[in-house]
């Protein structure tokens, strides 16, 4: 018999451990090349599992649920065990059945919903949280069936649900804090009078979207003026390691995306050298790759500053949270009509926004932080200077 080590993969840079969230054999069942055999959840990515070859799974070393680290043996693959073609076949049809996110698994044991009755709109059509929702709400189904409390006694049973954290939401939790105990964390706010760019967005959305197959969003706008902030002000871009300073001249901006396991920041590379167009396209397919867990290690790491977007869920005002070993975060807000004075005197409803920048008060300054956040509200305020690099 030849047995085939399954280990766990590199699990990338600063990440140890992973926790095993689902295996989709069992022993005995017969695997194909290429095909899922289980899934590991880290703090930062779910990531499958692949068989190396075809063959029949002979042993499971750990259970669902457990802590494995990278190179630990989780199970034993047979493959010479000839799985034939009629029987690869039938195990490719089987990968086609729809099969739920762990956050949405947990919501369909809760409703006691079948995965064949939903379809999934993620990735190779995974059911994803939100297809739960909107399937719910189609077929008005009660959300949880409760036993009769007795008058006589008050008590909670069946009105509690204790759930596991996922690895990945008790590793933001670990990580927040720790941040929180280390960095001299303070925020400081302006608003932006976004004026000029919804006049841009208006006046050539549609010859944009035509030329490059993507619209012209906000983000790309922060995203070019807070590049040309950090350059003006390279603290912003730096980080603590021990009792130096490490400057980054370069420009790796990460970008906040709520999935349904927690809050990811896919980074984009050398943000400086893309255009809006680029920006944007780069944006649209990292958050795809997030909602649908497809997110690489790469995608993940090495970011030098970090913009999130509260204003998505209609947040008018925050305070983001530093993501280590980053040293600041802009958060932006809600776009929101209000009435402004104008330089020329004049009151006029203008379509504004806040923004909040946080900073490790430990290496920038206040006057450094009130200042970079000054320059990203002059470049929105008049785009054509970062459009221009001037």
């Known amino acids: 018999m030849s047995k085939i080590e399954i280990i766990v993969p590199?699990?990338?840079e600063s990440i140890t451990e992973a926790t095993v969230a689902k295996w989709y054999k069992k022993v005995g069942d017969l695997v194909a090349k290429d095909e899922v055999l289980l899934e590991l959840e880290t703090d930062k990515i779910t990531l499958e599992v692949l068989a190396l070859e075809a063959g029949q799974l002979t042993a499971m070393n750990v259970e669902v649920g457990s802590a494995v680290s990278m190179g630990q043996i989780l199970g034993l693959l047979d493959d010479s065990v000839k799985v034939?073609?009629?029987?690869?076949?039938?195990?490719?049809?089987?990968?086609?059945k729809p099969y739920p996110s762990p956050a949405a698994e947990v919501m369909m044991e809760t409703h006691q919903i079948q995965p064949e009755a939903v379809k999934g709109s993620g990735l190779d059509g995974r059911i994803r949280k939100e297809d739960l929702i909107q399937f719910i709400q189609k077929e008005e189904k009660p959300t949880v069936s409760l036993p009769q409390a007795k008058v006589?006694?008050?008590?909670?049973?069946g009105r509690e649900r204790r759930v596991k954290m996922t690895r990945l939401r008790q590793t933001i939790a670990q990580r927040l804090k720790s941040v929180q105990n280390t960095a001299a964390i303070l925020t400081t706010f302006n608003e932006v009078d976004m004026f000029e760019i919804m006049r841009i967005r208006q006046t050539y959305q549609e010859a944009f979207q035509k030329k490059e197959g993507v619209k012209l969003g906000f983000m790309s706008f922060f995203v070019k003026a807070v590049i040309m902030a950090l350059k003006a002000f390279p603290?912003?871009?730096?980080?603590?390691?021990?009792d130096e300073i490490i400057y980054k001249d370069f420009y790796h901006i990460?970008?906040?995306?709520?999935?349904?396991?927690?809050?990811v920041v896919p980074v984009l590379r050398d943000a400086d050298q893309l255009t809006l167009a680029?920006?944007?396209?780069?944006?649209a397919d990292l958050g795809k790759k997030a909602r649908d867990g497809k997110l690489t290690m790469n995608d993940l790491t090495g970011?030098?500053?970090t913009i999130t977007n509260g204003g998505t869920y209609g947040s008018l005002l925050s305070t983001p949270i530093i993501n280590p070993p980053q040293s600041a975060i802009l958060g932006m807000h809600n776009i929101v009509q209000r009435p402004v004075g104008l330089p020329s005197g004049e009151i006029a409803l203008r379509p504004m926004v806040y923004i909040a920048l946080s900073y490790d008060h430990r290496i920038i300054d206040g006057?450094?932080?009130v200042q970079f956040l000054v320059r990203v509200k002059e470049l929105l305020e008049n785009p054509i200077r970062f459009l221009l690099e001037i």
């Open 367 to 369: 006057k450094e932080a």
């Open 10 to 12: 590199s699990l990338g």
């Open 235 to 242: 603290i912003i871009n730096s980080e603590v390691s021990g």
């Open 84 to 96: 034939d073609k009629i029987a690869q076949l039938d195990i490719a049809k089987s990968q086609d």
């Open 152 to 157: 006589e006694k008050a008590t909670t049973s």
């Open 303 to 305: 970011g030098t500053f």
């Open 278 to 283: 680029e920006i944007e396209k780069t944006i």
């Open 254 to 263: 990460g970008v906040a995306v709520g999935t349904d396991s927690g809050l």
